[in-house]
C-alpha cells in the first residue's frame, strides 16, 4: 500500500512544480507567478481525472462479475490518488491566495502584509470553497478507508464506474483557464461548455442510476426495487455522493443559460464548479 501512495506523494506536486516553473523560466512564456500557479492546478487536476477515467475504464471493463471480479488497478490506483487529494486542497488554496493578491487585497507589491492577513485569506478560501476542501477530506478520511477495508476485494466494478466520474474535470479546467483570460465569448468556450454539461451529467449525475440498474440486472431485479434490495448504508452512500454532484450540475447549467444566451444580454459568468 505504502509504494503507490509514495508514488502519488511525488508525482502530484512534482509535475504541479514542474508546470509551473516551465511557465514562469521559459523564454517563450515568462508567465506571472500568479497566472503559472492557476495554469498548473488545473494542469494536475486534468492529469488526474485522465489517469482516473483511464484507470476507471479499465476496471470496469475487466470484470464480467460486478460483484466478485477483481483487478489490481482498482486498489493501486485508489492509493496512487490520495496524495493528490491532500495535494488539491493546498493548491486550490494558492489559486485563492494570488487571485486575492490580483485583486489588491494583499497589501502593497514588495511591501509586508498586514497581521492576520494570511488567516483573512485561508477564511475566505474555506468560505468559497468549503464544499470541495469537505468532498476531498471525505475522499481520503471516509471513501479510501472504506475501499480499502470494508469492501474486502468486491465491487471492484463498481469502483471503476466511479472513478470514470473523472470524466467531466479537464473541460471543466479548460472553461476556468478560458474565463480567466476573457475568452468566455468564443467558440472554444462554448464548445468546452457543452462538453462539460454533457460529461458531467452522464459520467456523474447518471452515474448514480446507473450503478443501480447494473446491480439490479445483475440480481435480476427491475430498477426501482434495488433500493429496497440493497443495505441502507449503501443507499445512504450513494445520495451522500451525488448531491453535491446534483449541486454542482446545477451551477454548471446556471453557467450554460448565461452563456447561450442571446447577445445583448448581460455577459456571462463563471461557473464556480470543480472535480
Known amino acids: 500500500m505504502l509504494t503507490p501512495m509514495v508514488a502519488g506523494g511525488v508525482v ?32 494536475v487536476s486534468s492529469v488526474q481525472a485522465v489517469m482516473a477515467s483511464t484507470a476507471g475504464y479499465i476496471v470496469s471493463t475487466s470484470c464480467k462479475h460486478i460483484i466478485d471480479d477483481q483487478h489490481w488497478l482498482s486498489s493501486a490506483y485508489t492509493q496512487f490518488a490520495v496524495p493528490y487529494f491532500i495535494y488539491d486542497i493546498y493548491a486550490m488554496f494558492l489559486c485563492h491566495w494570488h487571485k486575492h493578491q490580483v485583486k489588491g487585497h494583499g497589501g502593497d507589491e514588495g511591501g509586508a502584509r498586514a497581521p492576520g492577513s494570511t488567516w483573512a485569506v485561508a477564511r475566505g478560501y474555506l468560505h468559497k470553497e468549503f464544499l470541495m476542501v469537505l468532498h476531498h477530506a471525505v475522499m481520503v478520511l471516509v471513501c479510501f478507508p472504506l475501499s480499502v477495508v470494508w469492501r474486502q476485494g468486491k465491487g471492484d466494478f463498481f469502483l471503476g464506474c466511479l472513478l470514470m ?45 446507473y450503478l443501480y440498474w447494473a446491480y439490479g440486472r445483475h440480481a435480476g431485479l427491475p430498477l426501482l426495487a434495488v433500493p429496497l434490495a440493497i443495505p441502507a448504508h449503501v443507499n445512504l452512500g450513494a445520495a451522500l455522493l451525488l448531491a453535491p454532484q446534483l449541486y454542482w450540475f446545477f451551477l454548471i447549467c446556471r453557467g ?16 464556480q464548479t470543480r472535480d
Open 165 to 209: 466520474a473523472e470524466v467531466s474535470t479537464p473541460f471543466v479546467c479548460l472553461g476556468k483557464i478560458l474565463i480567466q483570460y476573457k475568452q468566455q465569448h468564443t467558440l472554444l468556450h462554448k464548445v468546452n461548455g457543452a462538453l462539460m454539461l454533457l460529461s458531467f451529467l452522464c459520467c456523474r449525475v447518471l452515474l448514480f442510476p
Open 12 to 43: 502530484f506536486p512534482g509535475l504541479f512544480l514542474l508546470s509551473k516553473n516551465t511557465l514562469q523560466r521559459l523564454p517563450q512564456l515568462r508567465w506571472e507567478e500568479a497566472d503559472a500557479v492557476i495554469v498548473s492546478a488545473r494542469l
Open 256 to 271: 450554460a443559460c448565461r452563456l447561450f444566451r442571446p447577445r445583448g444580454s448581460p455577459p456571462p459568468s463563471p461557473c
